[in-house]
């Protein structure tokens, strides 16, 4: 599926098993922001407890072939407010050079039990340009009008 946007990067895609070939990989819709990624699942579903998380094959391992840019795995916003399957670790970073199976880890944060199904679209992977840091060991940081004040401390309004 080709987008109308200019702003693409080439993804080398390895299907590893089955699922993933037949379903292939691709986006939604012209405009979508994000690849869908599958329950890759030998059986035919998984069930997640309340609380309870799973670590999901997506049957792909691919390699981003633009300089600069990772991919970042976010939740599927139906799954996470209609069924409360979220990514567990809030968002996923697949770095450039890693090679192996992509894994998508849900947690339920519902207070019932969810079923996964092999095949079902469970995540989304969206490429997205990151920076390195010039680390730079300091013993005084500037002073701002915030300071050290954390969680909550600009207030509500």
Do not use: W
Request: net charge negative; charged share 20%.
């Amino acid at each position: 599926m080709t987008t109308q946007q200019s702003n693409h990067v080439e993804v080398k895609v390895k299907f590893l098993n089955e699922t993933a070939r037949e379903s292939g990989m691709e986006y939604a819709t012209p405009n979508s922001a994000g690849v869908d990624l599958r329950a890759c699942i030998e059986s035919d579903y998984v069930e997640i407890g309340p609380g309870e998380r799973f670590a999901f094959p997506a049957g792909i391992a691919i390699e981003i072939t633009s300089p600069g840019i990772a991919g970042f795995i976010y939740s599927r916003s139906g799954l996470g407010t209609k069924d409360g399957l979220t990514v567990s670790q809030g968002v996923g970073v697949i770095d450039p050079d890693y090679r192996g199976e992509i894994k998508v880890s849900l947690l339920n944060t519902s207070g019932e039990k969810r079923r996964i199904e092999r095949g079902q679209r469970i995540a989304q992977l969206v490429f997205m340009p990151y920076c390195h840091a010039a680390l730079i060991p300091s013993e005084e940081l500037s002073e701002t009008q915030r300071g050290a004040g954390g969680f909550g401390h600009t207030g509500k309004n």
